[in-house]
């Protein structure tokens, strides 16, 4: 589980003209050409792929954490199950931090696609104001990373479980990748900005006060308190 510090927006996108030497290690020549490439990267990493699967918390909240995670990632499932909740009580209920997911595809290979499959159909519900509900309901019921256990059916089932209105509308939006789009935008982002595993965690601050870019492992509560602190 990685979490990567960007208070003041410094990432490698090769399109930008931004440099880097490696996660937390970035070099600035103050032009005008990063300065523009930063603000589009970073509004592109904090603002939703979807408009309706928006960010849960407050558009005021100081603090935005963002996940790349993929549906069939089996330490996803684990943050979901036994981290994210806290953090939402914690921190987004009560108006401090602001949280995001977007799609980064791992775990799919030429013929298992299924991950991208489950994020598409995440999207085919927020068309009808399940987006969370979805996506919870789809981690919820994940067997991990080497079982076949995403298929069209069990998609369709989800959708039941979170009581989409309309299932014949999911399932056409579902067979026919309506939102693959979406997921690809995601996922590029993930590789434009050099993740490689999921789920990884990229927090904004707005806080002109904080450090750069910087690496850590875990310890979720004392990050977002370091943060909380400099705002």
């Known amino acids: 589980m990685a979490i990567i510090f960007l208070p003041s927006g410094i990432l490698h996108n090769t399109s930008t003209g931004l440099s880097r030497n490696g996660i937390?290690?970035?070099?600035?020549?103050?032009?005008?050409?990063?300065?523009?490439?930063?603000?589009?990267?970073?509004?592109?990493?904090?603002?939703?792929?979807?408009?309706?699967?928006?960010?849960?918390?407050?558009?005021?909240a100081k603090i935005t954490?963002?996940?790349?995670?993929?549906?069939?990632?089996?330490?996803?499932?684990?943050?979901?199950?036994?981290?994210?909740?806290?953090?939402?009580?914690n921190f987004v209920d009560t108006g401090k931090v602001r949280f995001l997911f977007k799609d980064f595809i791992v775990n799919d290979k030429p013929g298992d696609t299924t991950s991208m499959l489950a994020a598409v159909a995440s999207y085919c519900a927020a068309d009808q104001g399940k987006y969370w509900q979805y996506h919870n309901e789809v981690y919820n019921n994940s067997k991990g990373e080497d079982v076949a256990w995403v298929t069209p059916g069990v998609l369709k089932q989800f959708a039941n479980g979170v009581k989409i209105t309309d299932i014949n509308k999911f399932s056409t939006c579902l067979d026919s990748h309506t939102h693959t789009n979406v997921v690809q935008q995601n996922n590029n982002l993930a590789g434009n900005i050099g993740l490689q595993a999921t789920p990884s965690f990229i927090l904004l601050s707005t806080s002109k006060s904080q450090p750069g870019p910087y690496l850590i492992e875990g310890a979720f509560q004392q990050a977002i308190e370091k943060l909380e602190s400099s705002v």
């Not at 300065?35 to 792929?49: E, V």
């Not at 993929?70 to 996803?76: I, N, V």
């Open 24 to 60: 937390g290690n970035s070099n600035n020549n103050g032009n005008g050409v990063d300065q523009m490439g930063r603000a589009y990267l970073i509004k592109q990493i904090s603002n939703p792929a979807y408009a309706s699967a928006p960010a849960l918390g407050s558009n005021k």
């Open 65 to 89: 954490i963002v996940e790349f995670g993929d549906y069939r990632c089996h330490f996803c499932a684990r943050f979901y199950r036994y981290t994210s909740g806290s953090i939402i009580q």
